[in-house]
């Protein structure tokens, strides 16, 4: 087992459920005014976002590393009656990744503490997206202190620096969102908190 499907795994495991298996609002507000389409989800964990693009029509290949993890999505889309929609997919990205060319990829908060090689998987992402397809990028841009390791807040990157490292064509691409945006969140003491999205959103030419 490799480092990251260890990690992975003991992070799921540590609970029933680690998300709240509410769809993704960044994802939901872009997403739902589309024609539906073949869709793959990085880093899909419990498989929310998937459900959730699967019960708007679309054909959905949700990824992760973590065995359990998608043991609980599939559950989850087959209680959710959207089974016959997506497949769950079991990829350490750094290894493999996903056949097919899609019509969406979306990686929302795509960010491990793990030394993983993240630019590399979303380069890979972005030559999956078929020809006036949509990549779908939504990073943490700041997140509120009690979540920050040993008091120190994240190392996360800027919103131009991943950009950036996609060295995507512009001739190739069309910049259709890249902006940072406010979300209002609640602590675990109840607290409102405020969260930053980094925005990436691109079209295949």
């Not at 609970?15 to 539906?36: F, T, Y």
């Amino acid at each position: 087992m490799s480092e990251t499907v260890e990690f992975w795994e003991e992070h799921y495991g540590a609970k029933d459920r680690v998300w709240s298996g509410r769809v993704n609002v960044r994802l939901a507000e872009i997403v739902e005014p589309l024609p539906p389409g073949r869709a793959l989800d990085l880093g899909c964990g419990e498989g929310a976002d998937a459900i959730w693009l699967a019960g708007h029509g679309w054909q959905v290949v949700g990824v992760d590393v973590s065995h359990t993890a998608l043991q609980r999505a599939a559950e989850d889309a087959a209680a959710a009656g959207v089974a016959e929609r997506v497949r769950f997919e079991q990829h350490d990205l750094a290894e493999t990744f996903p056949e097919g060319r899609f019509d969406l990829v979306s990686a929302q908060f795509f960010h491990s503490p793990l030394d993983v090689d993240r630019t590399g998987a979303l380069r890979r992402a972005a030559d999956a997206v078929t020809v006036g397809g949509l990549l779908l990028i939504v990073d943490h841009g700041a997140t509120p202190e009690w979540t920050w390791k040993d008091g120190h807040p994240h190392d996360l990157p800027s919103l131009q620096d991943a950009l950036a490292s996609l060295a995507v064509d512009p001739e190739a691409w069309e910049e259709l969102r890249v902006e940072a945006v406010e979300r209002d969140g609640v602590s675990p003491d109840g607290q409102p908190v405020t969260w930053l999205d980094n925005v990436i959103l691109l079209r295949r030419r």
